[in-house]
């Protein structure tokens, strides 16, 4: 099956910083979504887009949905150290009554105080 | 509470003996899926169904079983587990066909010696 390229794989920074994480995919999807998953739990929906060109924020996370509708791009500004995780993109395609998630293969962020 | 419950939360067995993962969600979504993660390759649909009875393969059911006599619980089934299939577990579920977006369980992790 089809993967999302998520990049980059991993990233250090240091508390305060602003992160920016991208996904990129050789067709389209009707939907974007950012989960975040902590050690030992399951995925935790951050944000969900819907429109080619939808800009959404939810507190310090902002998510676009890339017009071409192949990407998508998560930021989070000024850093603190509960932003540690995983961070995984996912495509959603509808195909008659039927949906199917297609996730990218995750970024791991480490904050450094 | 909302929740997406899986059971057992980790398990290590042999190969060969047959093993069922359950899943139970509480929020009367018609759509649940099983998915499986694995270091490098983020996460990949095993079994989605859109309501009772109703199932259908992810990216890759081979080795796997599922059923969903009941809208609220959707089983995963190895029958004979083989090492490939040591990985973490992951079940979901949504509202409607599966649109929007997914809640996730906190896991199960299979060790197959």
């Known amino acids: 099956g089809q993967q999302l390229n998520q990049s980059p794989q991993s990233m250090f920074i240091q508390e305060g910083e602003d992160v920016s994480m991208n996904c990129t995919s050789s067709?389209?999807?009707?939907?974007w979504l950012w989960y975040k998953q902590d050690p030992g739990e399951g995925p935790v929906l951050l944000i969900a887009?819907?429109?080619?060109?939808e800009l959404t924020s939810n507190g310090r996370l902002t998510a676009q949905f890339g017009i071409t509708r192949k990407d998508s791009f998560l930021n989070i500004s000024a850093s603190i150290p509960s932003d540690v995780g995983i961070y995984f993109c996912?495509?959603?395609?509808?195909?008659?009554?039927?949906?199917?998630?297609?996730f990218g293969t995750g970024t791991r962020l480490q904050v450094t105080l | 509470e909302a929740q997406v419950t899986q059971n057992p939360r980790y398990l290590i067995t042999v190969t060969g003996k047959k093993l069922t993962v359950t899943c139970s969600q509480n929020?009367?979504?018609?759509?649940m899926s099983w998915y499986r993660q694995d270091p490098g390759l983020g996460l990949r649909q095993i079994y989605y169904?859109?309501?009772?009875?109703?199932?259908d393969k992810g990216d890759v059911p081979e080795g796997y079983k599922v059923s969903r006599k009941e809208k609220r619980n959707f089983p995963l089934i190895l029958e004979s587990p083989s090492p490939n299939q040591t990985s973490l577990y992951f079940c979901?579920?949504?509202?409607?066909?599966?649109?929007?977006?997914?809640?996730f369980g906190d896991g199960t992790r299979l060790s197959i010696l």
């Open positions: 979901a579920s949504s509202p409607g066909t599966g649109r929007q977006p997914q809640h």
């Open positions: 929020m009367n979504h018609e759509y």
């Open positions: 067709s389209i999807f009707n939907t």
């Open positions: 996912a495509g959603q395609r509808f195909t008659g009554t039927a949906s199917k998630l297609t």
């Open positions: 169904s859109m309501n009772v009875e109703v199932t």
């Open positions: 887009l819907y429109k080619a060109g």
